[in-house]
């Protein structure tokens, strides 16, 4: 980080459970297999991707091979409907408060491990300041580019930094999932919130 590099407050929203119900990803992917076929025929693949989520959380390689059905032929086709289908999981407190934290002279950030393809289009309504999540390859959209998950969401608030060339001030932090821990700690007030209900938890 520059040592000239002007400060500027930052908040963080965490997108799946904390601004909105469910996995997206997690969600995109039953939705294909209620509207595609050629999901069902990478079943046992995936079955066997996912069977490793609990023994290497934070890898790309196990979600790689559980996603390898979805092509971009399928994002085109299911994506937008998937995506209408969504939004209406999202918690009603949650524009607002991205309004208000905006409005409060804080620069306000969503940094989600949920894909481009995905993430993007969800939230093009709420005037983030940035979007940052996992990049996908546009050919293969199975395959990260870059995970933005755990650990990474502190590289990928870096790099934001870096390029725009500020030092930022952590304000606040929020989230649902203790996968999020490394980013929380860089918080001032860390805001967790009931993936379930999205009320916050008093911790």
């Not at 500020?166 to 001032?188: E, F, N, Q």
């Amino acid at each position: 980080m520059p040592s000239k590099a002007k400060k500027v407050n930052v908040v963080i929203f965490d997108f799946d459970g904390t601004l909105s119900a469910h996995d997206a990803n997690y969600e995109f992917g039953k939705y294909c297999f209620r509207h595609s076929f050629r999901a069902w025929l990478f079943l046992p693949l995936t079955a066997f991707g996912m069977s490793f989520r609990h023994f290497a959380p934070n890898a790309k390689w196990w979600r790689e091979i559980g996603r390898r059905f979805i092509n971009a032929k399928m994002v085109k086709r299911l994506g937008p409907g998937f995506i209408k289908q969504h939004k209406l999981n999202r918690f009603g407190w949650a524009a607002e408060r991205v309004a208000a934290e905006r409005a409060a002279g804080n620069i306000v950030l969503l940094i989600s491990a949920s894909p481009n393809y995905l993430l993007r289009p969800l939230v093009a309504d709420m005037e983030f300041d940035d979007v940052i999540c996992s990049e996908m390859y546009a050919k293969y959209p199975w395959k990260y580019h870059f995970l933005c998950y755990n650990k990474n969401k502190v590289v990928a608030l870096n790099k934001w930094a870096q390029k725009n060339k500020v030092a930022p001030v952590v304000v606040r932090s929020y989230s649902d999932s203790s996968s999020d821990m490394p980013i929380m700690k860089l918080a001032g007030e860390q805001v967790w919130i009931d993936r379930k209900t999205g009320c916050r938890i008093e911790k």
